[in-house]
């Protein structure tokens, strides 16, 4: 499944998302931004697309709610043990009252690796980041037992990113 994403101004995005309302499309914006993704098995409608290859999902993308993008840069000998980190998750936030999806996006251009989680709000987000569940799916990240053994995984921090949908 090919995972797409384009940003833009709202008046464009919200313009090309009603243009392929058939598409698998969740047209998101920020305080100073806008998003548009696009899920499909083929080729994206948009122009130039930052393209990913989902490696792990859970739940369905729909048209309401907050995204969280957690943008992950991976060197690429780090990309094997990063992937299956993922793979071998314990899967624990499908079970935090408010969560819709859940997308893990390989980068086809780039050596950012997005973790995007769609949750029905933003305070069902921070719900989850106060959880013991998240203690616990985070507690190895900076242990020699972790990720990052070594420091060779990640070529610089990562970032978060996040986005209301727009009605």
């Not at 080729?43 to 729909?62: A, K, M, N």
């Not at 996006?105 to 989850?128: G, K, N």
């Not at 569940?133 to 900076?142: I, L, M, P, V």
């Amino acid at each position: 499944m090919n995972f797409y994403i384009t940003y833009g101004t709202v008046e464009f995005l919200k313009k090309l998302a009603k243009q392929h309302g058939l598409e698998n499309m969740l047209f998101m914006k920020s305080h100073d931004s806008a998003i548009l993704f696009h899920e499909t098995d083929g080729e994206s409608v948009f122009h130039s697309p930052h393209r990913y290859e989902i490696i792990d999902q859970s739940g369905t993308l729909e048209h309401s709610g907050f995204a969280v993008l957690n943008n992950i840069p991976v060197t690429p000998e780090g990309r094997p043990l990063f992937e299956t980190r993922f793979k071998n998750r314990a899967g624990k936030i499908e079970n935090q009252p408010g969560f819709k999806a859940l997308r893990v996006l390989r980068p086809t251009d780039s050596d950012t690796y997005i973790v995007l989680t769609l949750w029905d709000t933003e305070q069902s987000f921070q719900d989850w980041k106060s959880s013991k569940s998240f203690g616990e799916a985070h507690q190895k990240k900076e242990s020699s037992a972790g990720i990052n053994q070594g420091g060779t995984i990640f070529s610089r921090p990562s970032y978060i990113s996040s986005y209301h949908s727009v009605e």
